[in-house]
């Protein structure tokens, strides 16, 4: 059995792979002042859930963009689980050749999604991931990774919708009634939800005039099928794609 784990801004996903075939997956939230023990004890308890040991996990592979959490998720690892993660940086194959400016630069998520895609879809493809930022990643014919774009997420727009306006409520990320809103929280609603969804189309019509016509566009992270619901212009949602992509490169490191 095969641990995967995906330290993301806000959430830590986590997923239990056997061979191929992803049992379990999880989402918790990314919180700083956690110790190693108590991060170590959450993930036994997870494994717990499904009736899994530590001691039937065979390998452990991480991505991080959260650096201050990497010491003692490492930590929590070895401890709890017995196992010393495979981390995804430099020295580590991902099969995925790097054509940014400085590839240190780019994010390990954006790079392990590449590797899913390159495995999963093939290029040319733009990867359109939901999380803390919403970023739009360009993937080659050939499986390079070009680069893409960064845009704040929708979590963070709402959020400063909300604390930065006296008058205006805190609200969820839910369909309204109609586009126009006809009170403060639906119009908050309609300008979140098709304000994003219209940040999405443009984007992926931009991307695919650059990566020709034959591009397939795959949306990941938790928002990403409450904005697709709403467009055509997403090919695939895959909410699982960087464990899948993680599994892949423990693979390929083995």
Not at 134 to 143: C, E, P, V, Y
Not at 181 to 204: C, D, I, K, W
Request: glycine letters at 12%; one cysteine or more; hydrophobic letters at 40%.
């Amino acid at each position: 059995m095969l641990l995967t784990i995906d330290i993301g801004n806000t959430n830590i996903t986590l997923g239990l792979y056997d061979g191929e075939e992803l049992k379990s997956s999880w989402r918790v939230s990314t919180v700083h002042e956690r110790m190693p023990d108590e991060y170590g004890l959450q993930f036994e308890g997870l494994l717990e859930h499904t009736n899994c040991t530590p001691s039937a996990l065979t390998g452990i592979c991480m991505a991080s963009v959260v650096p201050p959490l990497n010491m003692k998720i490492r930590q929590a690892c070895q401890e709890y689980l017995g196992l010393k993660p495979l981390v995804v940086g430099t020295g580590v194959k991902t099969g995925v050749r790097i054509l940014y400016e400085n590839p240190r630069d780019v994010g390990a998520d954006r790079i392990v999604d590449a590797a899913a895609v390159q495995h999963l879809y093939g290029g040319p493809a733009c990867v359109v991931d939901f999380g803390t930022g919403t970023t739009f990643d360009a993937i080659s014919a050939k499986g390079e990774y070009l680069g893409g774009a960064i845009a704040p997420g929708i979590g963070i727009a709402a959020e400063a919708l909300f604390s930065r306006a006296a008058k205006l409520p805190r609200v969820d990320l839910t369909h309204p009634p109609s586009v126009i809103g006809r009170n403060t929280p639906h119009a908050m609603q309609s300008g979140l939800l098709f304000g994003y969804v219209g940040l999405v189309e443009g984007m992926v019509t931009r991307f695919r005039a650059e990566l020709g016509p034959g591009m397939t566009t795959i949306a990941t992270g938790g928002l990403a099928e409450v904005i697709t619901k709403e467009t055509d212009v997403i090919d695939v949602v895959n909410p699982w794609l960087t464990l899948e992509g993680l599994r892949l490169i423990w693979d390929i490191n083995r």
